[in-house]
């Protein structure tokens, strides 16, 4: 099939599904093929401009339409994905490659998100204080922005705009959703749902596009906010770039994230953890475990049962019930598979080596399998930099001291977790650990809706994290009306700073 035939990825603008009309196309991939299965048409300027008009032209009704009526498609909108999940879990698997078992997961978890955004009457009530001063009162508004925009990855083509999406469009504002030009079916399929759910027109666009309609969002006077989710260096360029321009912003970065184990723990779920965590998604995930911090003698037990479980693990096609799907694009996985050769250039041991795997599915895809490093020099780029594949890298270490020490001492802040069977040991590791999300004998600590999401250091760029609390306020600006309705007794002139008396 040549480029033109292929079908192509359309904005979603005004509430209806918009050709790309730039004639700058990307190539989306069916990773477990290795072709393309479509193609998606990346905005020039004047796409991106319309994109936010028409948002900002359907905000005003929509922040005048009642709470109730804003609840009600927000339970509508909750129905039909619950109905449909499968639906949207074969193009995350069609597009992404995860297997469709953790596309169902991701879809799951951005349900969570929709869920809570139902109750969003209770998040964005104000304060009221009476009689502050005779006769005075004070109280609180908090009220949409306007027209917001959220970037978001490849790696979770659902879930992360639905970190943002439903909480920024029940507190009353327009969307410009840019998802990943990777995988950018789900975000028009979502939008679609939400007009099927009695969503206005315009208030949840999505705009196809790479950096141009990046950097559109970023500059236009209408967009008030930028939710951000990705890789570090453009995290950083998001908030700079975002702050320069006077809007709020929340970025969220890459991540490293540590398993410590102490040697009292259960080795057996440890290993399981370690294999779940490590290779669930081709390790494509912000919340991977990607180091073992193993606090000796426990190394040579532990990394015996990972083995033992990596071999049972079947790497193939997502449609086929396998447990590990393919990675991203085929020049991801090359760089996944280099640090395997970086790892023995720095001494590393290479226990399993996934270059080997022999895949269920097309020989085409981009295969690599789980890879196992024991001993890896904390100075090796193996260890340094967020390798965002199937590789568990195993470092050694002799107390626990030295493993917090080596974990609060990574650029990286996103999530971590302990497992041992002490609990003044847990205690202390969630006291004095750097990280933003913390497991205890938890793998992967993505919290739950009803709290917020977001790592620290170069994790995350500003200071609100993704959905709950953070999410509300993130999406609402607050008013203090301080109000006196006049009675007979009011008069004179006074000119001195107001006083409350
Ligand atoms: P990415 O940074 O390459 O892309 C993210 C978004 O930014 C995409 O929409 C992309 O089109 C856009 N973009 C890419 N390059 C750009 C540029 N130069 N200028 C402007 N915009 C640009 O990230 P990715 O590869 O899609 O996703 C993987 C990364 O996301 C990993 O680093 C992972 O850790 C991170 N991630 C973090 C979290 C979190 O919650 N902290 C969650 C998921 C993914």
């Known amino acids: 099939m040549t480029d033109t035939e292929l079908p192509t990825v359309p904005h979603y603008i005004g509430g209806r599904r918009v050709p790309g009309a730039s004639g700058r196309f990307a190539p989306v991939y069916d990773p477990a093929l290795g072709v393309p299965a479509a193609r998606v048409g990346l905005a020039d300027d004047d796409e991106v401009r319309h994109a936010i008009e028409s948002a900002a032209a359907a905000f005003p009704l929509w922040r005048d339409t009642s709470i109730a009526k804003r609840q009600q498609v927000m339970f509508a909108a909750r129905e039909l994905l619950n109905a449909r999940k499968g639906d949207l879990a074969e193009i995350v698997t069609r597009e992404h490659g995860k297997v469709i078992s953790d596309a169902l997961g991701e879809i799951t978890r951005g349900l969570e998100v929709v869920e809570l955004a139902t109750g969003f009457p209770h998040l964005i009530k104000g304060e009221h204080s009476e009689n502050v001063s005779t006769g005075v009162d004070v109280y609180s508004l908090k009220q949409p922005l306007g027209v917001v925009g959220v970037i978001s990855p490849f790696n979770f083509p659902a879930m992360v705009p639905l970190w943002f999406v439903p909480v920024a469009i029940a507190a009353g504002n327009a969307v410009v959703l840019k998802p990943s030009e990777k995988d950018p079916s789900a975000a028009v399929w979502l939008a679609e749902l939400f007009t099927e759910a009695g969503l206005p027109d315009g208030i949840f666009t999505v705009l196809q596009g790479d950096k141009v309609a990046v950097d559109g969002l970023l500059q236009h006077p209408e967009v008030q906010s930028i939710s951000f989710v990705g890789s570090t260096p453009i995290a950083r360029y998001i908030y700079e770039t975002a702050a320069r321009n006077g809007k709020r912003v929340q970025a969220l970065g890459g991540a490293k994230n540590h398993m410590l184990v102490l040697p009292d723990a259960d080795l057996d779920l440890v290993a399981d953890s ?203 600006r607050e008013k203090a009306v301080t109000s006196r309705w006049l009675d007979p007794s009011h008069g004179g002139i006074n000119l001195g700073f107001p006083q409350t008396t």
Request: glycine share 14%; aromatic share 10%.
């Open 274 to 476: 370690a294999v779940n965590a490590g290779f669930g998604s081709a390790g494509e995930r912000c919340m991977a475990v990607s180091v073992v911090v193993a606090v000796e003698p426990v190394a040579d037990a532990l990394i015996a049962k990972v083995r033992e479980r990596m071999s049972t693990l079947r790497v193939g096609d997502g449609r086929r019930g396998c447990d590990m799907g393919p990675l991203i694009t085929g020049e991801h996985r090359d760089k996944v598979a280099s640090y395997i050769d970086v790892a023995v250039a720095d001494g590393a041991e290479v226990v399993v080596d996934g270059r080997t795997v022999d895949a269920d599915g097309d020989p085409s895809g981009f295969w690599l399998g789980p890879t196992l490093i024991d001993r890896v020099p904390i100075h090796s780029r193996v260890y340094t930099e967020e390798i965002f594949g199937p590789v568990l890298s195993v470092v050694r270490v002799e107390t626990f001291e030295e493993g917090v020490a080596l974990i609060n001492s990574g650029a990286f802040g996103n999530g971590t977790a302990i497992f041992t069977n002490d609990g003044g040991a847990a205690r202390r590791f969630q006291n004095e650990v750097q990280v933003g999300m913390i497991g205890i004998n938890v793998p992967i600590p993505v919290p739950v809706a009803y709290y917020s999401f977001g790592g620290w250091k170069q994790s995350l760029f500003g200071d609100a994290k993704a959905y709950g609390a953070h999410g509300f306020e993130f999406f609402t």
